[in-house]
């Protein structure tokens, strides 16, 4: 008879659980076996959910934290998944469907871990289609974490980045059986919630985990016939949460905003990196409940909007100007957008996979406001200018222009850092940066000597504030190889990218349509 997982037993139900520093050999001894153990294995299936199922049995009555590594569709027993996925529909309107969930069985699940106060990470690694969309339900609403591996490659830095991932993962600051309550001032309303957690109540956020790493989004609803008197109103959360070390507290965030009749002293006062982490955000659910195409166009329509808005409340002789109008505040909000089209989030793309492009939804929705810029729109630096002198040398335009075919460069595209390397690049450069003169065999940085320490420093600062983000291991792309552009492509924000215009033709189509219908 066919194996359906659903009567897992365990051999000590009540009394599996010890604690590590009393058998840290044997769990070492086993982790060291596990390799060996299953060494020729032929069996390809995947008994996922009775895996899951088992893991539930021993935590119902302790809650806590369960890490979840999967390399292959569940196949076998409860929770079993067939593949849905259609190539033909990639970079299409209904693509969408392939980010849906189809499963309540994963639901289910997660809200039972969520009564029980489990939360959920997962490691994904597949070539093939795992059905994230299905399965990272799991994470999303025990405020776990989806970190994803498009089939496992240690010569791209995957090894490095697991190991970094999983480390942050069991070390970073977590609390446990949390709840977390948001309110408004009166008159002022919460419509929406975005991150990873359980919607308990109107305004209760159930948190079987919440960690350092994650931030959460909402929307606040000022009903237009309602008139505000007081001079300021408050937004407040308190999160109830246990310490790694059992102490039982409340953390209490109280703001004050300041209320203002006029629109030009609102938009002097916009924070910017809020404003599109949360554009990021509204485009994700709407993508949801639509499709990628009129999400894209939503959000330029958006931006119009916003600019259009603004420059209505300017005095005549600058309304009149031919150029377009920016607010201080909002200097960036072009260039974010433009970049957020070309994102694995929204760009259309037949070769983007539906499981790498939910992973990335999954960071998105919980990525910190100060990570954001990082996260949406990568940045180039100048190596040998960076040695030159000793500082980070930050290029201003993040364009296939700015790539000197002597130089070598540094993209941080927030998840990846890329290593550009110019087919023209002098022998000595090549040698202090990789212990080659020859460009053909240029494959991994040489160790780090005092010509490129100031590069290292670079590397490791980029590579230590990805918190929110993901580890970015290094990957270095020779001109004209093959890899050049996979890495580089969408990355080059202000190029031109499948059907995405380039920054400075953004900048022209945004003037255009404001200026038609100023």
Not at 136 to 160: C, P, V, Y
Request: negative net charge; proline residues 5%; glycine residues 6%.
């Amino acid at each position: 008879a066919e194996y359906m997982g659903d009567d897992v037993q365990l051999p000590l139900p009540d009394d599996l659980f010890v604690p590590l520093s009393d058998a840290r050999t044997v769990v070492e001894g086993l982790l060291d076996r596990l390799p060996a153990m299953w060494a020729n294995n032929t069996n390809v299936e995947s008994a996922f959910g009775p895996a899951l199922c088992g893991a539930l049995k021993m935590m119902l009555s302790v809650g806590g934290k369960v890490v979840m590594f999967l390399s292959g569709i569940p196949s076998i027993g409860v929770g079993r998944l067939r593949s849905r996925d259609d190539k033909k529909l990639y970079g299409t309107p209904k693509e969408v469907t392939l980010l849906q969930s189809t499963d309540e069985w994963y639901k289910e699940r997660a809200l039972l871990c969520s009564r029980e106060q489990i939360g959920i990470d997962l490691f994904c690694s597949s070539a093939s289609f795992l059905d994230i969309a299905t399965i990272g339900q799991l994470s999303k609403f025990t405020g776990g974490q989806i970190t994803h591996f498009r089939g496992f490659d240690a010569t791209r830095g995957d090894k490095e980045r697991l190991r970094h991932e999983l480390t942050r993962l069991m070390t970073r600051e977590t609390g446990f059986e949390a709840v977390m309550r948001v309110r408004a001032s009166l008159g002022l309303r919460i419509t929406s919630f975005y991150g990873h957690f359980y919607v308990r109540g109107h305004d209760l956020l159930a948190l079987p985990n919440v960690d350092e790493d994650k931030a959460f989004g909402i929307a606040v609803q000022h009903p237009p016939n309602h008139i505000m008197t007081m001079n300021t109103f408050s937004i407040q959360s308190a999160l109830l949460y246990t310490t790694s070390g059992g102490e039982r507290r409340i953390r209490v965030h109280t703001i004050n905003i300041p209320v203002t009749a006029s629109l030009v002293e609102l938009y002097k006062t916009v924070d910017m990196p809020s404003t599109w982490n949360l554009l990021a955000k509204f485009s994700i659910e709407a993508a949801m409940a639509s499709s990628l195409d009129s999400v894209r166009n939503n959000l330029v329509e958006r931006t119009i909007g916003v600019l259009r808005t603004y420059r209505t409340c300017l005095p005549q002789a600058e309304r009149n100007t031919n150029q377009l109008v920016l607010p201080d505040s909002l200097q960036l909000l072009p260039l974010i957008v433009n970049a957020l089209l070309k994102h694995d989030l929204l760009r259309a793309d037949p070769d983007l996979i539906p499981d790498e492009r939910v992973a990335v939804i999954a960071r998105a929705m919980t990525v910190p406001a100060k990570r954001s810029l990082r996260f949406f729109c990568p940045r180039l630096y100048d190596v040998l200018q960076t040695m030159h002198t000793e500082t980070p040398e930050l290029v201003p335009i993040c364009s296939a222009e700015s790539l000197d075919q002597s130089g070598v460069f540094l993209l941080d595209a927030g998840t990846q850092l890329v290593l550009w390397v110019g087919r023209h690049a002098s022998p000595t450069a090549l040698e202090a940066l990789f212990g080659t003169s020859e460009l053909e065999a240029v494959k991994e940085l040489a160790p780090r000597t005092d010509a490129t320490q100031a590069l290292w420093q670079l590397i490791e600062a980029l590579q230590t504030s990805t918190h929110g983000l993901a580890h970015s291991p290094v990957v270095i792309v020779r001109q004209g190889g093959p890899l050049e552009r996979q890495w580089m492509g969408q990355h080059l924000v202000e190029d031109e990218f499948a059907t995405v215009l380039s920054y400075p033709n953004f900048l022209c189509h945004l003037h255009r349509r404001i200026q038609a219908t100023s």
